[in-house]
């Protein structure tokens, strides 16, 4: 009996023994299983988050190409309603320096004596256009390439001219500044930074529907739409020692290096302008 009880109690150490090897390495598979499969759990979310992701990516890609293409049809119906402009002359600031056919204006730094008419800009570097709206829709686009400062808007034709026009009512524009940045004259002030200088800005004008829109012509991109009776308003700025001396040139729509061409509306009589204006300090 002795030697059964002492088998019996070698064969419990062997167990033991057996039991206490068995168990860490039972434990140890059981952690490697479940790191397994929190790792298979973690890439099937990353996959999932990837392919959410990249579905995102598309659908954003083809709401821009959808934008787009909107943009560029409304574009192509703004571009029958092209108005043709001249500058007057006769409202032009004593600094500005017409061409002989109407179509191009550019700051000179030369102070010309001129009559101080009532319809004369002699505040800022201002010029209005001949021509005056009060009905329909009008689309023009303007040549801006090398240009570091502008305003392009739209005024009412009873502006007051000899004073700083940015500053009174019935005015609405949208300039660059600082060569990249973009500020929409509304209320309050609307700041844009895009990420190219539009070459070519087309303006246009619902005068029923109360809207003026600025355009960048060649991203056929909208840079910002004012929901107002308004009139047709730009701006060249002084040329800056010589840096921003390149002119505005008023050209008809739809041709090559086609140039400004602006139009306006308002519950009034409005007319184009052209400003200049330059920061000083």
Not at 43 to 58: A, D, P, S, V
Not at 157 to 183: C, F, H, Q, T
Not at 192 to 199: A, I, N, Q, T, Y
């Amino acid at each position: 009996s002795f030697t059964l009880v002492t088998r019996l109690a070698d064969l419990l150490a062997s167990c033991l023994r057996r039991y206490r090897l068995v168990k860490p390495v039972e434990g140890l598979n059981m952690k490697i299983k479940r790191m397994k499969k929190m790792n298979e759990e973690k890439m099937k979310r990353m996959k999932e988050m990837k392919i959410k992701k990249m579905n995102h990516m598309k659908r954003m890609k083809e709401k821009i190409k959808e934008m787009k293409m909107k943009t560029m049809n409304e574009m192509k119906m703004m571009q029958q309603f092209p108005v043709d402009v001249t500058l007057d002359s006769l409202t032009a600031h004593p600094e500005l320096v017409l061409s002989d056919d109407g179509k191009q204006v550019y700051h000179s730094d030369v102070w010309k004596k001129l009559p101080d008419n009532p319809e004369r800009c002699s505040a800022c570097v201002d010029v209005l256009g001949k021509q005056s709206f009060s009905s329909g829709r009008f689309y023009s686009e303007v040549q801006l390439k090398g240009k570091t400062d502008w305003t392009l808007g739209v005024v009412e034709e009873s502006i007051n001219r000899k004073r700083n026009i940015a500053m009174s009512p019935g005015y609405w524009a949208v300039i660059l500044r600082d060569e990249n940045e973009y500020v929409a004259c509304d209320s309050p002030p609307v700041i844009h930074h895009l990420k190219c200088v539009p070459g070519k800005v087309g303006v246009f004008v619902d005068y029923e529907g109360g809207v003026v829109s600025f355009y960048d012509v060649d991203a056929a991109a909208l840079i910002y739409s004012f929901t107002h009776k308004l009139h047709p308003f730009f701006n060249t700025w002084l040329n800056c020692s010589g840096k921003n001396s390149e002119p505005l040139i008023i050209c008809p729509v739809n041709q090559q290096g086609a140039c400004i061409v602006i139009s306006s509306s308002s519950q009034r009589k409005l007319k184009v302008i052209l400003k200049f204006m330059c920061h000083y300090g």
